[in-house]
């Protein structure tokens, strides 16, 4: 007997989502990978430190590939990896705007300072709600999932579970706790940027996780993309800005041992999910026929 199997497709509003999402982070990457010494007026706060504003920036065009390549995506199968974690990124992004609100440039005598405070505000107040509307519909789609064509190797899946244990609790520390976590990083934080860091790299761990759960070269595409330019602007920040750190800190070191684990693992898995996509479901494909019985 033939049975027809629907995969289930992506909603139409989380391929919004994802797209705007994607035009405002390279417009914030500009402002902080680029404009990077000049955050007191381009920026919607002043970040004295011009490595954080790197750091920062090199996350935000992170997600360029993250949240376009998904978009991109009509099977939810290869799209939703780095969902959860850009929901985590964004809701936690605005319980720090609200917790230091007075940190940003609202009241500014510099208007384009101002704009951007405001603008930024706006953002994160309606971009939360926006994910999280997309994801409760799209959580509501009937169909099946493609099978996995091509899984990964115990040794990568390893690696992910390595850098998550690393990413999440780190994380954890500089949000809830950034005084302390100040005394030990490798460069110099305020409470602010301790937390706007935290965001990103929550956010990060659990895009990591979800790519370990995920197990498919297909399904990961979009994560390994942008997590081979992560690892390529956090060697280019190190490159501007490495005198900014505390190498005699041997948590300057473990960064950078991490940056280059980032970097290998974005890169190797890139390659893999390009040579794995023509065995797995393609994005544009149609469901096909299955037979059982």
Excluded: C
């Amino acid at each position: 007997m033939i049975q027809t199997t629907q995969l289930r497709k992506q909603v139409s509003l989380m391929r919004v989502a994802l797209y705007v999402g994607s035009f405002l982070v390279f417009l914030a990457g500009i402002q902080l990978f680029v404009l990077t010494t000049r955050t007191d007026h381009y920026f919607a706060w002043t970040i004295a430190n011009p490595f954080t504003a790197a750091f920062l920036g090199a996350f935000y065009w992170t997600a360029i590939p993250l949240a376009f390549l998904s978009a991109r995506e009509r099977v939810w199968a290869n799209a939703r990896v780095g969902v959860p974690g850009v929901l985590v990124f964004l809701w936690a992004t605005l319980l720090t705007t609200l917790l230091h609100l007075g940190k940003f440039h609202f009241s500014s005598s510099d208007h384009f300072a101002k704009g951007a405070a405001w603008l930024w505000l706006l953002i994160y107040a309606a971009d939360p709600v926006l994910v999280s509307v997309a994801l409760a519909l799209q959580l509501r789609v009937k169909g099946a999932d493609p099978p996995r064509a091509a899984p990964l190797p115990g040794w990568y899946r390893s690696l992910l579970v390595a850098q998550a244990l690393v990413t999440l609790p780190v994380g954890v520390m500089l949000f809830a706790a950034p005084a302390w976590a100040a005394r030990w990083w490798p460069w110099a934080l305020t409470p602010l940027t301790a937390r706007a860091m935290a965001s990103w790299l929550l956010g990060l761990g659990v895009v990591v996780a979800t790519a370990f759960f995920e197990n498919d070269w297909v399904r990961i595409r979009a994560a390994t993309a942008a997590y081979a330019v992560l690892g390529v602007l956090g060697l280019v920040a190190l490159a501007r800005y490495g005198d900014q750190l505390s190498w005699a800190r041997p948590a300057a070191w473990a960064f950078l041992v991490f940056v280059v684990s980032v970097l290998f693992a974005g890169s190797y898995g890139s390659r893999s999910a390009i040579a794995g996509s023509p065995q797995g479901i393609d994005s544009t494909s149609t469901p096909r026929p299955t037979l059982s019985g």
